[in-house]
């Protein structure tokens, strides 16, 4: 009789409210193609403008690039620079403000040629445009532009009265800049004005050939 009450006891079925049935797991929320995460409105607007420039200056020729090959903000940026750089030496040649400002920003760092340094930002913007990093080698044009623009703040330098850095930016800006300082004193002093230009010309045509 014990036997039988033990068996019963065994085989008897769990409740229907028991709590040993598993919980399934939340579904994955489903992610879309193309439902990766955006950038910014802000980039988005930066490399649309930059992207409606590039493609005038890409327009002045064949297109040979791929869309995904561009790379126009950089370009965009020096064009802006360009652009508030030609309002300050060119607009406002002459007055008090412009000279402050030319002495304090670029004419402080390259003295007189930031009056054309507008349009050699143009040139190299262009150039960055149809012919951006990612299917061309631009280190050699980046070194070729800086040493041109530094050798010609040497020049400037030596033409404009040799002014040192005591005398402050505003005189330095009238010559070469601090660059040019930089380059055409030690150059003037070893080998006097005319010795220095001539090492400055030889540099000038080094440029030009690691442009060319």
Known sequence: ????????????APGKGSSTRARKPDPTPTRYVGDEDKPALTV???M??????????????P?????????DGLPLLLVLLAVIGAVVEWF??????????????????????AFVMPVLLVFLAG????HPSSVHDNGR???????????IAGFCHIAGGRPQPREGLPALSGAGGVFG????????????????CIVLGVLTLLSVLILT
């Open 1 to 12: 009789m014990a036997k039988s009450s033990t068996s019963t006891s065994r085989g008897r």
């Open 44 to 46: 988005r607007a930066w």
């Open 48 to 61: 649309g403008l930059a992207h409606g420039v590039g493609g005038l200056f890409r327009a002045f020729g």
């Open 63 to 71: 297109e040979t690039l791929e869309k995904d090959q561009r790379r």
């Open 92 to 113: 406002f040649i002459g007055t008090e403000a412009g000279a402050a400002i030319s002495a304090f920003s670029v004419g402080g760092l390259v003295g007189r040629v």
């Open 127 to 130: 150039w960055m445009f149809r």
């Open 141 to 151: 044009i980046g070194i070729g532009f800086g040493l041109f623009v530094v050798t």
């Open 181 to 196: 300082w930089m380059i055409g004193e030690p150059l003037a002093m070893l080998l006097t004005d005319v010795g220095g």
